[in-house]
T-cell receptor, first 114, second 112 residues
Framework: DGGITQSPKYLFRKEGQNVTLSCEQN?????MYWYRQDPGQGLRLIYY???????QKGDIAEGYSVSREKKESFPLTVTSAQKNPTAFYLC?????????????FGEGSRLTVL | SQQGEEDPQALSIQEGENATMNCSYK?????LQWYRQNSGRGLVHLIL?????REKHSGRLRVTLDTSKKSSSLLITASRAADTASYFC????????????FGKGITLSVRP
């Protein structure tokens, strides 16, 4: 089955630690995205990538980093510089960039800072 | 700032009734999309309507778009308990500021 796989589903982190969230897709999509979701709020764009070896900052990129070394993989690192990292993180992909079509989402990763 | 604003924030109806959810936005768009999210899960795309379309249907879903009023509505007919979820509208802009912006969502509860 084609889709997007995020791991881990739940992650606990101590303050000061970096953590990396995995996102893998086998849909052969060019574009991939990371969103953050907080209770009562919509999704906010962290980073997006339109093509391999290229990525752009979204609305709330501070304290996060990404890489896009392979078409199917777009990992997100939450660094210690992110002041309030506890949130639900969603990875998505689309056939092409430009938001002309639908996004396909993974099941999310819930990060809790202890 | 959020581009799409849904209304109401929460909606509770009886199974079999219709559910109407609204979305308003501020700037010009290329398309408007509706997504569904079950609790603790990822979002699932429901329907996309382009700026030159006025109405679209998909099964029990009907979406309208009024670009003059910068608003859209999602109608779910003959609702089922399984329709209980959060629903988000997302507006797509292309060009230099290409992005898909999500609203805060509407929580729909369908009572059996």
């Amino acid at each position: 089955d084609g889709g997007i796989t995020q791991s881990p589903k739940y992650l606990f982190r101590k303050e000061g630690q970096n953590v990396t969230l995995s996102c893998e897709q086998n849909l052969n999509h060019d574009a991939m995205y990371w969103y953050r979701q907080d209770p009562g709020q919509g999704l906010r764009l962290i980073y997006y990538s339109q093509i391999v070896n290229d990525f752009q900052k979204g609305d709330i990129a501070e304290g996060y980093s990404v890489s896009r070394e392979k078409k199917e993989s777009f990992p997100l690192t939450v660094t210690s510089a992110q002041k309030n990292p506890t949130a639900f993180y969603l990875c998505a992909s689309s056939i092409t960039a430009g938001y002309r079509g639908e996004l396909f989402f993974g099941e999310g990763s819930r990060l809790t800072v202890l | 700032s959020q581009q799409g604003e849904e209304d109401p924030q929460a909606l509770s109806i009886q199974e079999g009734e219709n559910a109407t959810m609204n979305c308003s936005y501020k700037t010009s768009i290329n398309n408007l999309q509706w997504y569904r999210q079950n609790s603790g899960r990822g979002l699932v795309h429901l329907i996309l309507i382009r700026s030159n379309e006025r109405e679209k249907h998909s099964g029990r879903l009907r979406v309208t778009l009024d670009t003059s009023k910068k608003s859209s509505s999602l109608l779910i007919t003959a609702s089922r308990a399984a329709d209980t979820a959060s629903y988000f509208c997302a507006t797509g802009r292309t060009g230099a500021n290409s992005k898909l912006t999500f609203g805060k969502g509407i929580t729909l509860s369908v009572r059996p």
